[in-house]
């Protein structure tokens, strides 16, 4: 089955962009548009996307509060690509908190918008560029750090949770511990758990909140 992508977007230029971009692949196919982030929910609820592609700012409800409200309503939701014109936006680092699984800017190249919608349909983050790595240590907190502590990573998580920081994929990891993948599932399974993250990206912004992993 192909990846079902969702395009939430108030510019109709950018919808016919993306839309001719991932229709161009055999795996990926555009099942609905949307021009405000308030038409999402009914269309979610219809049209079961894998993954959502949302504007950060729209005029009625903007793609911050549409993917709360999609993550609070809709039974099994899709996954949440934030698309932005400037990487650090804090609109951005609002969505990703409240639970976008990553973000792209609208100038990335076609294959970086095509890698991005399958990376987090396979269920991986997308890389954070320095700017919001630097975004979430601003707004670091002693609670941060207090959770990251009380979560009690083992070293090989501790190690897991530091190069899924870095924009690893599974796969990546493995290779970089030496081990299977399977394993690497099952240590990022456990940090998701520890630190009561939703996804890996909600992770991420955990360890560089508390700390744990500094901005480079």
């Known amino acids: 089955m192909p990846i ?34 308030a038409a999402v929910i009914p269309l979610v609820r219809q049209l ?5 592609a949302m504007d950060v700012r729209m005029p009625l409800l903007d793609g911050i509060e549409a993917t709360r409200a999609i993550l609070r309503t809709v039974d099994d939701p899709p996954k949440i ?3 932005t014109t400037f990487e650090n936006d804090e609109y951005v680092y609002d969505a990703l908190r409240a639970g976008a699984d990553g973000f792209l800017l609208k100038r990335s190249r076609p294959a970086e918008i095509v890698n991005a919608v399958r990376l987090v349909a396979e269920g991986e983050s997308l890389l954070f560029p320095a700017a919001v790595r630097s975004l979430a240590a601003e707004y670091g907190t002693s609670a941060a750090r207090v959770a990251m502590r009380r979560a009690a990573l083992t070293d090989r998580e501790a190690a897991v949770l530091r190069l899924m920081a870095r924009g690893m994929s599974n796969a990546e990891i493995a290779a970089q511990l030496v081990v299977g993948t399977e394993t690497v599932k099952t240590h990022v399974s456990a940090v998701l758990a520890k630190l009561g993250a939703r996804d890996r990206t909600q992770a991420v912004i955990a360890a560089y909140e508390s700390g744990f992993v500094a901005p480079a």
């Open 81 to 83: 690509v934030v698309i």
């Open 4 to 37: 079902s992508v969702l395009l939430v977007d108030d510019e109709p230029l950018v919808r016919a962009g993306l839309r001719a971009v991932l229709e161009a692949q055999p795996d990926i196919e555009v099942v609905g548009e949307a021009a405000d982030g």
């Open 48 to 52: 079961r996307p894998d993954v959502v």
